[in-house]
């Protein structure tokens, strides 16, 4: 479905950068990317022409520019901040885009860690910036989270999640731009338990994928945890958790495990070795399955967003 607004500059040309790119040339955006380093544009171009398609959109052609002062800012209506998750960096980023964009463009940032009141502390029109916290892979994954900070206007707010909505994602409304915003604080929760069983022994990583992906988080394609809860019954739920409760793990430190392979330089598939040891090939073909079953699952939830 095409916007009514419809030229936006993304800031980063990364994978998550390149991906919302071709989400908002899917919607019917022109879109410019910031990208600084040129030898990534092949293949920055490369990447948002192949997830427009995935989209079921034409391949798209993309404006890069290595700088955002060389972008041609007239009529930009939302510019969305990717860069690496550095405070100073996004501060300065959202400083400049103060001076460059339209009066009534949009700011938002992906940041999945720092408020968008901590990155627009000081500017002028804070009011305008808020959180737009997208999910990898974000052309797959459907949720965007609108996270509203301290001085974020109402009507901005609600005016980014209707782009989005338009742009066929699923924007999660969040009020108050706390650690973590939404997912990511139900999500960590989830992994400090799957850590802690790991680090007890009490199952290997592959049990707990197995556990979620063919257990209890198969359900959620169907129904969220809390209405898959009023479907089991509250009661149930309520004496189970009475029992469990006092024995989650509770640690205010992420896993040893976890702790122990990031200092040994085994960060995952980056470097080859994490939880699992990975080649190209079997790293490649393994995300290769992963965006394959993604998608298979983005057409079951898109019979329920279309009902």
């Not at 007239?74 to 009066?103: D, M, N």
Request: some cysteine; overall charge negative; glycine content about 8%.
């Amino acid at each position: 479905m095409n916007t009514t607004e419809n030229e936006a500059v993304v800031i980063g040309g990364g994978n998550m950068g390149a991906d919302i790119a071709a989400i908002l040339v899917a919607g019917g955006w022109r879109v410019t990317v910031i990208e600084p380093n040129r030898g990534r544009w092949p293949t920055l171009r490369e990447r948002v022409a192949s997830s427009a398609r995935t989209l079921g959109a034409e391949a798209g052609v993309v404006e890069i520019a290595a700088a955002n002062a060389e972008a041609d800012w007239r009529g930009v209506t939302l510019a969305i901040e990717c860069a690496p998750e550095r405070l100073e960096l996004k501060r300065s980023i959202f400083a400049e885009l103060e001076r460059l964009a339209p009066a009534e463009a949009i700011l938002g940032s992906n940041s999945s860690s720092f408020p968008i009141s901590d990155i627009a502390a000081g500017l002028a029109t804070a009011s305008r910036m808020l959180g737009m916290h997208f999910f990898l892979p974000a052309h797959l994954v459907p949720a965007v989270e609108v996270i509203r900070g301290a001085a974020t206007d109402e009507n901005v707010w609600q005016r980014a999640a209707a782009i989005m909505r338009a742009c066929g994602k699923v924007p999660v409304m969040v009020k108050k731009d706390i650690p973590g915003f939404l997912a990511n604080r139900i999500q960590h929760a989830l992994m400090r338990e799957a850590f802690a069983l790991v680090d007890a022994g009490l199952a290997t990583p592959e049990d707990v994928d197995n556990a979620v992906r063919y257990g209890f988080g198969f359900r959620y394609v169907a129904a969220g945890p809390i209405l898959q809860k009023d479907f089991a019954g509250l009661d149930v739920h309520l004496a189970a958790g009475t029992t469990m409760y006092p024995d989650l793990a509770a640690n205010k430190a992420p896993s040893p495990a976890l702790a122990k392979l990031v200092a040994e330089g085994k960060l995952g598939v980056k470097t080859g070795e994490g939880f699992w040891k990975w080649t190209p090939e079997s790293a490649k073909a393994e995300r290769e399955r992963y965006e394959r079953d993604l998608a298979d699952a983005l057409e079951i939830l898109k019979r329920s967003l279309d009902s």
